[in-house]
């Protein structure tokens, strides 16, 4: 049974704000990201008028491309949605603009700030700049200082940096970063990505918990007995080899997209509505999280690697048999954990997070599991009465859903569990913006409520720190367990939740 909990309104509830005039500057500009994601976006942002006539788009990278070749390459990457807007395109393209730059060549970066006072004076950008590093991550740190050496971050009213995920690839490797990065720049100057925080239904997690008053007084280890977050893929690996066989799953996904949902899902309400307050409570959490067992991590993580499977007609590779994976790689593709919130809201309610590629079904998803009744007066279909649950739909089909138990017609008295549904699509009836064009506009528009603070990020890494240690040094401790590719994920990791009298959700 379906119930829909509101009536489509379908009108136009947009508020959308206008970004001042200024040039972004793209490092990495010959990338992939800056085609497949950055401009993309941007379009998407000029066609819903929200970029200003006295806007720039630099690209810099190394290749000695010119403005048209830059231009070129962009429209191709657009492919179809440049026919169907031609004149929107032209007046947008005419904005590109590509400067050869290497940011460790400090000449480089003496003819980069030339070139955005000639921007400045033709596009009436009036010096203001956000600086976004598409670059290897490497970079970021040098990136950083070579922007502050050549004056372009000195002024903290009109410049930005945009940095991109992984921000560190551990605790220390983190915290170095942040003070390279701080050194350059004030931290209100600093705009850390995660894309999943550019998503409506991401951001819906705060709207649902603190604009509604029923959810509070149940949101805590009274009625919550788990919570379950999954971001679950059917993609491999695809070109990606030569960053994901450095990173795996753990790096590239759990400790910044899954725990940006942790975060949001279990942090306090803010004081108020601004970044800063936000973040506050983010990091705070985040500072009580910690693995389920932190002596013997094996215990509570299960790591796996997606081994050939698909049907005979559509056969898919093996992780290790994809271009660029070494053969005997021990990079894990999925992961699943199970984590603790020491503090008074969520003390012992355990949070299981799970992540895979190759997975049999594209789904990102918080999952509330409730706590039973009591007591159980009615005969219930399949012998014992479903929790209730609260499912908040991240991606595809946006939404939210909750499961309860409702009386089965007839005679007797014998209750079943039916799902309420409400859909993004069905109820406002427009598509979300992808993550990048929120995300960019709020960078242009200063606005940092959306991206991660420097502590923030440490707490996040500093959690996962016991096992990234474990993997380092005695990796058999926590070995890669093989899974087909389409199915859910290993045996152990059934197992995880087995052990505590629990299923991860099949949707
Ligand atoms: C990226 C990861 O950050 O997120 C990718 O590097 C992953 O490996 C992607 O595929 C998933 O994003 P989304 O928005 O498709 O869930």
Request: glycine residues 8%.
């Amino acid at each position: 049974m379906t119930v829909t909990l509101t009536n489509p309104l379908r009108v136009g509830l947009r508020q959308e704000r206008v970004v001042s005039p200024q040039c972004l500057v793209i490092f990495g500009a010959s990338g992939d990201l800056t085609s497949r994601k950055l401009v993309p976006a941007l379009f998407e942002l000029f066609r819903q008028r929200r970029l200003p006539t006295e806007f720039a788009v630099l690209g810099c990278a190394r290749r000695p491309w010119s403005d048209e070749e830059f231009r070129g390459q962009m429209a191709e990457a657009l492919g179809d949605l440049i026919h169907e807007h031609r004149g929107a395109w032209d007046q947008f393209a005419a904005g590109l603009f590509y400067e050869p730059v290497d940011l460790q060549q400090p000449e480089h970066l003496v003819r980069l700030a030339q070139r955005l006072e000639v921007i400045d004076r033709h596009r009436a950008t009036r010096n203001n700049r956000t600086f976004y590093l598409s670059v290897s991550p490497k970079f970021y740190g040098s990136g950083c200082s070579a922007l502050a050496a050549a004056g372009l971050l000195s002024d903290p009213e009109r410049s930005r940096v945009v940095i991109e995920k992984p921000f560190g690839r551990d605790y220390g490797s983190a915290q170095e970063l942040n003070r390279i990065v701080q050194t350059s720049a004030k931290e209100s100057q600093v705009f850390r990505i995660d894309h999943y925080l550019g998503k409506e239904t991401v951001q819906n997690i705060l709207v649902l918990r603190f604009a509604n008053t029923i959810f509070e007084p149940i949101w805590n280890r009274n009625y919550i007995a788990s919570v379950e977050i999954t971001a679950a893929e059917t993609v491999g690996v695809e070109e990606r080899a030569g960053y994901y066989e450095s990173s795996g799953a753990l790096r590239d996904m759990v400790q910044n997209h899954l725990t940006q949902m942790l975060a949001l899902t279990t942090m306090e309400a803010p004081g108020r509505f601004d970044a800063e307050a936000i973040r506050n409570e983010k990091a705070k959490v985040l500072q009580s999280a910690r693995l389920a067992d932190e002596l013997e991590p094996w215990n509570c993580c299960v790591r796996g690697q997606y081994g050939p499977g698909g049907t005979a007609r559509r056969p898919l590779t093996g992780y290790r048999q994809e271009p660029g994976v070494n053969p005997n790689s021990t990079t894990e593709t999925y992961v699943a954990m199970k984590l603790f919130i020491d503090n008074w809201r969520w003390q012992g309610v355990p949070f299981y997070l799970r992540t895979g590629k190759r997975l049999p079904k594209r789904m990102s998803e918080v999952v509330l599991t409730f706590r039973e009744a009591p007591v159980h007066l009615f005969d219930a279909a399949g012998g014992s009465p479903t929790a209730n649950q609260l499912i908040l739909r991240i991606q595809p089909d946006e939404g939210a859903g909750f499961r309860f138990e409702v009386k089965s017609p007839g005679s007797g008295m014998r209750s079943r569990p039916v799902d309420m549904h409400f859909s993004y699509d069905e109820s406002f009836g427009e598509p979300s913006d992808e993550g990048y064009v929120r995300l960019l506009a709020d960078a242009m528009l200063g606005d940092p409520t959306l991206f991660t603070r420097g502590d923030e990020v440490e707490a996040a890494w500093r959690l996962y720190t016991p096992l990234l240690e474990l993997i380092e040094d005695s990796p058999w401790q926590l070995p890669v367990h093989p899974y087909e590719a389409r199915t859910w994920g290993p045996a152990a990791a059934d197992n995880l939740l087995g052990r505590d009298g629990l299923m991860w959700r099949r949707p």
